[in-house]
């Protein structure tokens, strides 16, 4: 999350919880690069929005006792830190989803190697690897690309559909989904095998 300094004298004035117009300011400075910062992980405008609640929230509480001290650490690496954690349970609550679940339960069982007990449910730390190796593909391709397979493959929408929503053919979409479940694999087999 980028914001270019603290307001030293609005964290003051934050401080004083009566002081309204001070927490206005406040959410108003912070509001768009929470959100910005949300949206650029990938999550939904509505999610984004909640995690911004949630943080300030967690401003309102926290604030008051805050003593800004160099030593100790700027208020933005707070906050920063805060939002990525809010960022985070984004996800874990996306693979809690039971539709979202199934699709990545198919996928792990797809992901396994042949003769590999496939037969077996998956666990937490399987569903774990999983989103590891989600994040880091999505990090790798183009995000065209990574919207194309995540409509098609995690959300179950048709191809046709995915093509008429993003301005391609539908050939392009089972193409790139394709492609991205095979560099997904590639990630699932290093996560498995390493380091140790």
């Known amino acids: 999350m980028h914001c270019d300094t603290t307001d030293h004298d609005l964290l003051n004035r934050v401080r004083r919880s009566t002081d309204e117009a001070a927490w206005s300011q406040f959410v108003e400075s912070y509001r768009k690069p929470i959100i910005d910062h949300c949206r650029g992980y990938g999550l939904t405008p509505d999610q984004a929005e909640e995690v ?7 401003c309102f509480r926290y604030l008051p ?3 800004y001290s160099e ?16 960022i ?42 999983l989103a590891m190796a989600f994040q880091r593909v999505k990090a790798s391709v183009r995000p065209q ?40 694999k590639e990630e699932w087999r290093g996560l498995q095998n390493g380091p140790f």
Not at 98 to 127: C, N, V, W
Request: glycine share 6%; net charge positive.
């Open 145 to 184: 690309h990574w919207q194309l397979f995540e409509a098609f493959v995690v959300h179950g929408m048709s191809a046709s559909e995915v093509a008429r929503q993003i301005g391609v053919t539908s050939v392009m979409v089972r193409v790139t989904a394709f492609r991205v479940r095979n560099r997904l």
């Open 71 to 86: 030593a100790v650490g700027r208020f933005r690496s707070w906050l920063n830190l805060m939002v990525n954690q809010q």
């Open 88 to 129: 985070g349970e984004c996800f874990r609550s996306r693979v809690r989803d039971e539709t979202i679940k199934r699709r990545y339960a198919e996928m792990l069982l797809e992901l396994a190697e042949p003769g590999q007990g496939t037969s077996r449910e998956p666990t937490g730390h399987d569903f774990e690897l």
């Open 65 to 67: 006792t805050f003593k």
């Open 52 to 58: 911004a609640q949630d943080c300030f929230i967690r």
